[in-house]
T-cell receptor
Framework: DTGVSQDPRHKITKRGQNVTFRCDPI?????LYWYRQTLGQGPEFLTY????????KSRLLSDRFSAERPKGSFSTLEIQRTEQGDSAMYLC????????????FGQGTRLTVV | KQEVTQIPAALSVPEGENLVLNCSFT??????LQWFRQDPGKGLTSLLL?????REQTSGRLNASLDKSSGRSTLYIAASQPGDSATYLC??????????FGKGMKLTVNP
């Protein structure tokens, strides 16, 4: 297993367009998390899944954002009608279920909205 | 609301120095604490995980300690090398086991 994989690594889009990112977690991990990181800040939690169920969403996740994890494997994060303020690094992480397990992160998708 | 603070925001040292990076958090109700390394434009690499019941963890030249009662953790880097230059992030696991991060500390080790 090569760890958490994210695609694409970079995305430049025009304001108002829709974008979709993909995350493939470590295969045996049933928890998957999405975070957003802006320049000079630490990552901020967006949402997480346990298997296919989305169990928590941050208030940062406006109605333009939607995340799915069909069949409890890979996950997608879609942003509709992108705005310049959406420009950030979008990070995916996965972990095993259970208190205090280690989270492993992917390389992230860098989104630039022009 | 849990808040994580890392001070200073940046540190520049000559090669070979032993370093102590500090992390503080406001709520002691945590599952664990993780230290990460982030290279420019890259994702996060997990360095050490300390469970809430543990006091410290070691990996190679790295040693992390946790004092839940005082809301503090330190990451000790022995004999720093230029390859250690990166941003170091501290994060605490809370509630649903999501992580709350500090803003990070940018470390530069000069040859």
């Amino acid at each position: 297993d090569t760890g958490v994989s994210q695609d694409p690594r970079h995305k430049i889009t025009k304001r108002g367009q829709n974008v979709t990112f993909r995350c493939d977690p470590i295969s045996e991990h049933n928890r998957l998390y999405w975070y957003r990181q802006t320049l000079g800040q630490g990552p901020e939690f967006l949402t997480y899944f346990q298997n296919e169920a989305q169990l928590e969403k941050s208030r940062l996740l406006s109605d333009r954002f939607s995340a799915e994890r069909p069949k409890g494997s890979f996950s997608t994060l879609e942003i509709q009608r992108t705005e310049q303020g959406d420009s950030a690094m979008y990070l995916c992480a996965s972990s095993l279920e259970g208190g205090g397990t280690e989270a492993f992160f992917g390389q992230g998708t860098r989104l630039t909205v022009v | 609301k849990q808040e994580v603070t890392q001070i200073p925001a940046a540190l520049s040292v000559p090669e070979g120095e032993n370093l102590v990076l500090n992390c503080s958090f406001t709520d002691s109700a945590i599952y664990n604490l993780q230290w990460f390394r982030q290279d420019p434009g890259k994702g996060l690499t997990s360095l050490l995980l300390i469970q809430s019941s543990q006091r410290e963890q070691t990996s190679g030249r790295l040693n992390a300690s946790l004092d839940k009662s005082s809301g503090r953790s330190t990451l000790y880097i022995a004999a720093s090398q230029p390859g250690d230059s990166a941003t170091y992030l501290c994060a605490v696991g809370i509630g649903s086991e999501k992580l709350v991060f500090g803003k990070g500390m940018k470390l530069t080790v000069n040859p």
